[in-house]
């Protein structure tokens, strides 16, 4: 895990949220919804919860043991280390059952934050388990991210990110934005509120942010719930593609329009899972997304 050195820039907004969003469905893809939704209920705070006056050692297998049973590996051993290294933390992947993970020294004196970097480096080893990767070494931690928020312990990493005056720390690749949107896409899914449990003000103001963006998928035509302004620019839209068959598409917009021997039909991301659904361009219909099983309410 990059991104762990104390004092370093935090990087904020949403740069890497087309990644975060192929992420989210790649993660649907591979496990199905039913196996998302046995993580429905996130990692509570007490399993990673870690004093100063508790073993080092011990405390860390704890975790680790926590978030092993969390992330449903059951077979698998963590074997934690500590040594000067430059990234927060690293695992070495190998067929298991045992795995070795290195930490960062300086999480000997910061302890509060050995969950949020070995539910990154855990979450690698469930990644490798699925077969579930992808390429370049910046988009797979991307990847690692945004599944460990998806599946109830990325909380943890949004958590470890304070900043003020005279120093900062975030770990992890995503922003602290993007962390709050993953982490609001699923709460949406799950009903669920992560926020009683950050114990970072920034965390907050993070998640909060991240949390309107999340929403934001929710209001964009042809959704019903799209507001005003942007269900009047895809009736301009829809008919300029009617009136200019062929045209290309508006990147601008998440949909696109495309005609055929039926009609005209609409592609747009699904809200949840950002599968892409293709519909025919008839008005007021209800869909479910083919990939997550999401019904949508729609005004093509």
């Known amino acids: 895990m990059s991104n762990g050195s ?3 820039p935090v990087v904020h907004g949403f740069p890497h949220l087309d990644t975060v969003r192929s992420a989210i469905t790649a993660l649907y893809r591979r496990l199905s919804p039913d196996g998302v939704h046995t993580y429905g209920a996130s990692l509570v705070p007490a399993d990673a919860a870690f004093s100063d006056a508790d073993d080092l050692h011990l405390g860390t297998q704890r975790v680790a043991r926590a978030l092993v049973q969390h992330l449903r590996l059951p077979d698998a051993r963590m074997i934690v280390g500590f040594r000067a290294m430059e990234h927060a933390a690293s695992v070495e992947l190998t067929a298991g059952p045992e795995y070795f993970i290195e930490l960062n020294d300086r999480f000997r ?3 509060r934050d050995i969950g949020a970097a070995l539910a990154h480096e855990i979450t690698h080893v469930l990644l490798h388990r699925l077969d579930l990767e992808f390429p370049g070494t910046r988009d797979n931690e991307i990847l690692t991210d945004t599944v460990t928020a998806y599946l109830g312990a990325g909380w943890l990493l949004l958590d470890a990110f304070r900043e003020d005056a005279v120093s900062r720390q975030k770990l992890g690749y995503l922003t602290p934005e993007e962390f709050g949107y993953v982490l609001a896409k699923r709460a949406l899914v799950f009903d669920e509120d992560p926020s009683p449990w950050f114990t970072s003000p920034q965390a907050y103001t993070a998640y909060t942010k991240g949390r309107a963006h999340a929403l934001d998928d929710l209001r964009r035509p042809p959704l019903t719930a799209a507001g005003w302004a942007g269900r009047r620019r895809y009736a301009k839209d829809r008919r300029y593609a009617q009136d ?9 917009v998440p949909y696109t329009f495309d005609s055929g021997r039926e009609g005209l039909r609409v592609s747009f991301p699904c809200p949840t899972c950002h599968q892409r659904i293709r519909l025919p361009v008839r008005g007021r219909t209800v869909a479910r997304c083919g990939l997550c099983r999401t019904r949508l309410e729609c005004d093509t």
């Open 6 to 8: 104390p004092g370093a």
């Open 109 to 111: 004196t910061h302890r």
């Open 244 to 252: 200019h068959p062929g045209t290309g598409a508006d990147p601008s």
